[in-house]
């Protein structure tokens, strides 16, 4: 989804009183891993990346541990989102917005 995108459907948001206290999913078609959300940031700003694959029980010991500092990297919420994947529904906002 392009960013003015996400401003057309804001602005539409704006324009219709069905969606005052509404809360939508403004999302692309596409379902993406991390792994692909990372590699097309890293692509687009042109900055090198390495991935490195971690078994999520491994993962859940180092952000036992990260949690505990002041500004954590990751925490246990996070680490959920990230193994279960966050995805939307893009038709009520579609619908909502006359798309």
């Known amino acids: ?9 804001i602005a539409a948001a704006l324009e219709r009183p069905a969606a005052i206290g509404r809360c939508y999913d403004v999302v692309g078609p596409e ?16 900055l090198p990346v390495t991935l490195v694959p971690c078994p999520a029980p491994l993962l859940a010991i180092a952000v036992a541990g990260l949690e505990k500092l002041p500004d954590p990297l990751l925490t246990r919420a996070q680490l959920g989102l990230l193994s279960h994947g966050l995805v939307g529904d893009p038709g009520p906002a579609a619908a909502s917005s006359g798309w």
């Open 31 to 46: 379902v993406l891993t991390l792994r692909e959300v990372v590699t097309r940031v890293a692509d687009a700003l042109a």
């Open 1 to 9: 989804m392009l960013v003015e995108d996400v401003a057309l459907a």
